[in-house]
Every structure is written in structure tokens, then in C-alpha cells.
């Protein structure tokens, strides 16, 4: 990294902002890219931010950003209206920041020069951002993360009726590892490797499942060619959502890849939203499915992989 370093925070419409150069990718959500938090102070010639939605998430990343940035130094912040736009420009106000505002798309682009001095609420922003202990889960988490701060129904009713899990598995969307905390807990698993898009769920996760027999992979489930296989088991409750719009084929691209990852006779344990059509991707894949759980518009499916077929002590080897 130079001091004529250019920063990215997620993704580029290029319909938005004119922007063709080679960018340091700094969102936790881009597997490889570089953490934001460890920029060192003033050190970035200019950064363009597509601001995440939540209020206590982007007021953390836009401080973190302006913390990176040489003074005179140009930040762009942008977001849908309906997604913390209009919120831009008055979180920057705070940060001691005069702002240019541009309207485009239905999207707020708000330009700032990074002032010499920032002003005591920035500091304030990153702490609020940080991640934290919860104590009444006994959790670390951080603003951010799915349902950052409880157990959501989906989880719950999955860690209700989980079984004790044995041999090599996965947790496919591991969040900050409410499942595979519970899956060491009960089980006799002797691995379980933990996958996530984002980072900092990455982080939480191995603060909240440590020990031995535990591995974190920074991946795109859909898209990755490193993860495991030969898996005796998967839990999972995948997301749907994909830039705050819901998407089904993320929950089927889960499934397709489980089916992957498992060995002959390996058993997928979901999660998932009620309305959410996934027994049309489970049963091709899988030798049985089992509706094992609904309640409170969620439902829970073991499904197991047909097992290899044993030989017979007549049976004859192909050649």
C-alpha cells in the first residue's frame, strides 16, 4: 500500500460513479480483500464507500474511512435512498465533514474532503461498530452481522431439534457460529469448518467455537472451488437475501453445494424461511428429505445422501 492508494468499500455501479481504476477492495464481504480497520490512519489517496444500510454499521464505516484518509483527501459515500442514502451526508456533517450531495438513480452520492482535525464522534462511530461480548448469549458479534445481536428463529429452531452430530461437517453461512457452537457442544464431531462470505462473522466465530478440530474458510459458498468434502454432515441456514433484496437462489445454491461437499450417506441439516421453496432443489439431491420441524413461519429438513452400496463377498471388482 502507497500513499497514492485508492480504496473500494463493496461494489462499483458504474452507472453511478465514473470510476475505471485499479481500487484496493477493503468490505469484509469480498473474500481476500483487505480489512478496513486495519488501514493505517492517513494513509489513502482517496476512497469510495458503497455505505451498508445499517445505521450503526455505516456510521462505523464511514469514520473508519475518513480515519484512512490523507487530509484534503476526496471520500464518495453513496447508497440507495431506501437503503441509508439519504442518511449520508448529515453522518458526515457530524464527522466535521463539508459535503457535496449528488442525486442519482434514486441513489444519494455524497462527496467530503477529509478535514485535518475530525471531530471526537468519529472515534465515537468506530467503538459503536466494534465488536462486542453479548452476555446474555455469551456471543461476540458486531453491528453488521445477520441479526448481530440474538439468535434468530431460524437458528433456534434448528438448535432445538438438531441430533448429536458425528465424523467431519461443515457450517455453510456460519454467521458468528451459533450452530457449530451447539454442534460442539453436543455432538462427537471430531472437525467442522466453518464458511462465510464475511469476515467479521469469521472473527466472531472463532472467538465463539475455539479449540481444536476447528477451521474458518473466508469463502463465497456459490462460487468457491476450496471447499471440503467427503463431509459426514452440514448445518446450515442459508441466507436469502442478497443487497437487502430477497433472493431464493441463494438458499439453492447452498443446497447444490452441500450436496457436493457431503459423502455417500452424509446428512444435510436446514433451516430456512416457510415460504421459501427448497424441496424442489432438496429431493433431486438427496435420497431422503425429512420435514422434521415447523413453527413460527420456519421449517427444518434433514435430508441424507444415498450410501454407497456395500459389496457382497460374491461381487466382483470392475475393471
Known sequence: MTADTHALYGSLPLDLIEDRGTRLQCSPQVPGATALANIAVQSLADFIVHAP??????????????????????????????????????????????????HRRRHQIVRTARPEKLLPAVDDAINAGAPRLL????????????????????????????????????????????????????SHATHITLIDIDQRALDMARRNVPGDGVTTLWADVRSSRDLPTGLDFIVTNPPFHDGGDEDKALGQAFITKAALMLKPGGVLWLTANRHLPYEATLKPLFETVALIAQKNGFKIYAAHKAAMPARTKHSKPRK
Open 53 to 102: 444500510p445499517g445505521t450503526i454499521e455505516r456510521r462505523c464505516v464511514l469514520a473508519l474511512a475518513l480515519r484512512a484518509l490523507k487530509s484534503g483527501a476526496t471520500l464518495t459515500a453513496f447508497a440507495a435512498n431506501t437503503k441509508g442514502g439519504t442518511r449520508i451526508a448529515a453522518e458526515l456533517e457530524a464527522f466535521g465533514c463539508a459535503v457535496a450531495t449528488d
Open 135 to 186: 452476555p446474555e448469549l455469551q456471543l461476540w458479534s458486531q453491528p453488521g452481522l445477520f441479526n448481530w445481536d440474538r439468535i434468530d428463529p431460524g437458528s433456534q429452531l434448528l438448535l432445538d431439534h438438531l441430533p448429536p452430530l458425528s465424523g467431519h461437517g461443515a457450517d455453510l453461512g456460519c454467521g458468528i457460529g451459533v450452530l457449530a457452537r451447539a454442534v460442539r457442544a453436543t
